[in-house]
């Protein structure tokens, strides 16, 4: 079972059962299975493919599984399928340790789906009765084995009390702040078990902090820490709906592209959040009116994306509960802002200038605690437009990538946009004109350029009180995945090196504000000494240093001059080694 498990799990839908074989839909062969499959998943055709699995022998619980990870696959783009033969080690029956399953039909081969957003599926076809067909799984309950007797028995149940069976459950591991499991609509991927046949869920007792999860088409349910003891219960809740309007200077905003998005001003600050919102973007339609289903219970924003935009530009906050319509309507008072840019003497002269960007950050933070920003992109002939800036004041950052890395950026202006009363027609206000310069990049030999900031507890912090050490410097911030993966990294080259005299390590955090990398150190025994720099795009340490991306990872020499900079994973600690002479 386990090579099979392995094959496909990029998705459960094969776990999930399938449907029946009909009248009309009889190929005989497999490439009119495929045809026929293909087909049916570019015109959106549910029932055409359901009609092209084997039913024989499944309960009624996994056709309606099966149902819903087909509606899944209907909210993507079909890029390729194929064919191809079973892998070495494929069995067609085996167990786990809740239940047993055979196929319903034998196996002769694998459909491969890969769609346009990266997601992939991959499952067993077969032949029954001369009829090529899609087999699904005959499924029995096994009796928990003597061995997990200490496993914690966790009961999942819909909002009217009946088990869910053979339901994926997926582990939230909450000290693991960049692994948040992600939903693709209402579904999400990466089961770490399964319930049983009666809905039960056994978990092993431990003290690490984590949620378990179940996404279902009709629900969402939790348990988090402290909930999860032996014999609870997790009850799936209906999603909450989000419904709103977007107008500016009162009138509709149409076709506007809207996403949900985490809190970031309250999760990663206060808590991990149980799970990532997913699926696409919606538009506003001809009223400005657009809608969310499938929401989970979570502290969320509100961003928009037009045609200029990369990233997200906040619009409101919105706390969901579960079975509750959240009713929204954004009314702004924005304008256009344009500008031109030019290039500093001595940058190469065929740098496309369509490739920067131009962000709008706003001074003024918004109701959670964030500055607002604005992005967008330059036109080859270094001119911009923003739409749908409000009033205040912005600072004008952005930078241009090569295949090496940052090429140039923007040197920053700070600009007052001024509210224009009337809801007459867009006023544009004009920005002037802002330079783009080379950007920096330290390499081995260069100079570390010393910075005078405050750790944690307010008190100064310079790099020059270290001359004479080797100094692991480390810019990073806890909402960063990749800062937080190198942690353990980190982690190995202070406990290695830590107590040498010669050797100090500090991270620069640039979280928005202390507390954030406070409580993540206290939280993980972090001893080394710890940096604040704040907000990134008013920061100036990390612009002299060339810190485009983090974790940004150098070591400094006793002189005060950069041994190695980009440093991640092993090399961390095998870089202090080499230069301790260890």
Partial sequence: MKGFLDYISVSLAVLCGWASLSAHATPTSDAQLLHALETAINARNKAAIMALYNWDGVPAWMKEHAGDD??????????????????????????????????????????????????????????????????????????????????????????????????DVVCNHLDRPGAVPTLHFWKLYGGDSVTDGEGRCYWPATNADCALLVAKKYGFGCLRGREITNQSVMI??????????????????????????????????????????????????????????????????????DHQNVFGTYLCPVSVKSGETNHLEFNGHGRTVAGRVIREPGLDPHLDLSACSVNLISLAKNPEGSPRTIYSQLS??????VDLVEPGEYRITGDLWGESGKVALLDPVVVHVPDETSDAADKPFDAGVIALKGAIHLKPGDMAPDFNVSDLDGKPLKLSDYRG??????????????????????????????????????????????AAPKKFGQNRSIAWTQGFLGDWSKD???????????????????????????????????????????
């Avoid at 809207?258 to 991990?272: I, N, P």
């Fill in 70 to 167: 087909i509606e899944d696959w209907l909210t993507r783009e079909l890029k390729n399928a194929k064919l191809a033969p079973l892998p070495a080690h494929f069995s067609s029956s085996g167990e786990s340790a809740t239940f047993r399953f055979h196929f319903n039909a034998q196996p002769m081969g694998v459909v491969n789906l890969g769609f346009t957003d990266g997601f992939g599926v991959g499952f067993p076809y077969g032949k029954k009765d001369g009829v090529f067909c899609i087999p699904s799984f005959i499924v029995e309950d096994l009796p928990h084995p003597a061995s997990h007797s200490n496993d914690l028995v966790i009961r999942v149940q819909t909002l009217d009390r009946h088990p869910l069976p053979f339901t």
């Fill in 236 to 305: 799936v809740k209906p999603w909450g709906h989000i419904e709103g309007v977007v107008k500016n200077r009162n009138k509709v905003v149409t076709n506007l592209q809207v996403e949900l998005a985490l809190d970031r001003d309250f999760y990663w600050v206060k808590e991990t959040p149980l799970v990532r919102p997913g699926g696409p973007m919606v538009f506003t339609d001809k009223n400005g009116r657009f809608a969310f289903d499938a929401v989970p219970p979570l502290k969320l924003v509100i961003n928009r994306h």
């Fill in 380 to 385: 080859s002939n270094g001119t911009f437009a």
């Fill in 540 to 582: 100036k340490e990390t612009q002299r240093y060339g810190v485009y991306s983090i974790p940004s990872i150098f070591l400094i020499g006793p002189d005060g001059k950069v041994l190695a900079a980009d440093l991640r994973g092993t090399k961390i600690q095998e870089t202090v080694a080499s230069a301790l002479g260890k």
């Fill in 469 to 514: 050490k080797y100094v692991l410097l480390d810019f990073w911030a806890t909402w960063c995945g990749p800062c937080v993966g190198e942690m353990p990294n980190m982690r190995a080259a202070y406990n290695a090196y830590g107590k040498d005299e010669r050797f100090v390590m500090i991270s620069l955090s640039l979280d928005s504000e202390p």
